[in-house]
């Protein structure tokens, strides 16, 4: 489920990746386009001009791959794309911003969810709560946490810490094995706060109130 948003009157600020801010003004620029989603990682592209009503835009050339922009209201995004133009009158810069969830994508899950020793607790098959503070080894989000150390767990619905599954995964990205694998087994969705950077786990019929919008692992 997609949907659009105007980003015209909305600030947008430049950061590192700490989020630290670079300079105190925001970011010059024009609406060009939204992709936000309800699951999938949001992308917004907009553009900023290298002078501004005759004055140089100081942020221009600090514009770069892997900082970060806050959008006022909106949240995080990475920066995953600065493409220059420049037509003989107006130069500018075409940046693209993905939801700062993005930087799961970049951590990988090895050999997850192998067989364990015959004589251990769980008997030989290694079976995962999704969330468990007791048992942190056979915890998915204390796991996934322990390999995104700046990501935090948030909430999790108590229905999803009542059972285990058995959870098989090798060599895919973070954001990726949640968001499918995990998703899928434990029959919930995640979503990702951008300001405070944590992961949280919502049953599906736990999301908001009835409408007739129907949401599912396909769209």
Avoid at 82 to 91: A, R
Wanted: charged share 25%; aromatic share 12%; glycine share 6%.
């Amino acid at each position: 489920m997609s949907f659009t948003i105007d980003l015209q009157n909305t600030d947008i600020y430049l950061a590192y990746p700490n989020k630290d801010f670079i300079g105190n003004s925001p970011i010059p620029h024009s609406y060009i386009k939204t992709e936000r989603y309800f699951k999938n990682i949001s992308a917004i592209t907009f553009d900023s001009n290298h002078f501004v009503d005759g004055k140089e835009n100081e942020l221009y050339d600090k514009i770069e791959i892997g900082k970060l922009v806050l959008l006022v209201g909106i949240g995080w995004f990475q920066i995953s794309s600065v493409d220059e133009t420049n037509n003989g009158i107006t130069e500018s810069k075409i940046i693209k911003v993905l939801s700062l969830e993005n930087e799961l994508c970049t951590k990988i899950v090895y050999s997850f969810g192998d067989m364990g020793d015959e004589n251990d607790k769980q008997g030989g098959l290694d079976r995962y709560a999704l969330y468990d503070s007791s048992d942190l080894e056979h915890s998915i989000l204390h796991i996934v946490v322990g390999e995104c150390p700046s990501w935090r767990i948030g909430h999790v619905d108590k229905e999803l810490c009542n059972y285990r599954r058995t959870v098989k995964a090798d060599d895919v990205d973070v954001y990726s094995f949640l968001t499918d694998t995990v998703a899928e087994t434990f029959e919930c969705i995640f979503q990702f706060n951008t300001f405070e950077k944590t992961i949280n786990a919502y049953k599906l019929e736990n999301i908001g109130k009835y409408t007739d919008i129907v949401l599912s692992y396909d769209n």
